[in-house]
């Protein structure tokens, strides 16, 4: 798998080198690349993700200046999302946005780094009961990358998908903000309470009706108030032991 991620991140240093020269479409060469490129669809659509991998790579090595190259490269991307090979795949559509940051495969490959991020996340996040142990890091990004996407191209035919995408993406995060602040209202720490809670409304947006009801429990059990009113409420030793369990907790 290194070899392998080694072998895209060279990839695309060579795709980089070639996007800094002024040679022209090369008109001769069109009509195969197009060939070797549909070939490529065909296997893609297949399933058959060897094949496909091999015809993308060889539109891109061999018809460098083709205008098939860049669409021959997002859908190489397709092809490691569908192996799997997510980091691959985030590889090849960061080189694609660098080289075609206005090509019309553009909203497409910023969607799909989004899903390539977030299918890497932990399988039994929801099932475990401490989410510190679950390093969601991958959420994270992809939470950033479809909001680029969404805020980038509101027009874009994918765009309810990305939506949906951001939507889980949250809940993912909302849940993990949401048992740490029920931790600490268990220990009757409001102070950790409030800091998570305060993160959920500047960060996300809540949509489901099951974690309204435990954000209204929670501010049950720690009334909102200010910042300073909650530090001036603890004891310094308990706010630097509110302060170490949520640098705990992030890790």
């Known amino acids: 798998m290194m070899k392998k991620l080694l072998l895209v991140i060279c990839m695309a240093n060579i795709l980089l ?3 800094c020269s002024k040679t022209p479409v090369i008109k ?22 060897t094949n496909a991998e091999n015809r993308f790579m060889k539109v891109i090595s061999d018809f460098s200046y083709s205008k098939y190259e860049p669409f021959a490269t997002v ?17 090849v559509f960061e080189t694609f946005l660098k080289r ?9 490959a910023l969607l799909y780094k989004g899903h390539s991020y977030l299918a890497q996340k932990p399988s039994d996040f929801f099932i475990l ?7 969601i890091t991958v959420v994270e990004k992809a939470q950033v990358v479809y909001k680029e996407y969404l805020e980038k191209y509101p027009e874009d035919k994918n765009r ?11 809940s993912i995060l909302i849940e993990k903000d949401l048992r740490i ?9 409001c102070a950790g309470v409030f800091l998570r809670l305060q993160h959920i409304e500047g960060n996300f947006k809540v949509t489901t009706e099951k974690n309204l009801k435990r954000i209204e429990e929670l501010n049950q059990k720690c009334p909102p108030k200010s910042k300073e009113e909650y530090f001036k409420i603890e004891k310094p030793e308990e706010k630097r032991e509110t302060s170490e369990e949520e640098t705990e907790k992030e890790k």
């Open 28 to 49: 001769s060469t069109e009509s195969d690349a197009d060939k070797v490129y549909q070939e490529g669809l065909y296997y893609l659509e297949k399933d058959d993700l």
């Open 181 to 189: 602040a029920e931790f600490y209202a268990k220990r009757k720490k």
């Open 129 to 135: 009961p401490n989410p510190s142990e679950r390093d």
């Open 160 to 170: 309810v998908e990305g939506e949906k995408k951001l939507e889980e993406a949250e």
């Open 100 to 108: 075609h940051p206005n090509h019309e495969s553009a909203p497409e």
């Open 75 to 91: 859908a190489l991307g397709k092809t490691y999302y569908k192996k799997e090979e997510y980091m691959s795949a985030i590889t």
């Open 17 to 19: 080198l070639f996007s």
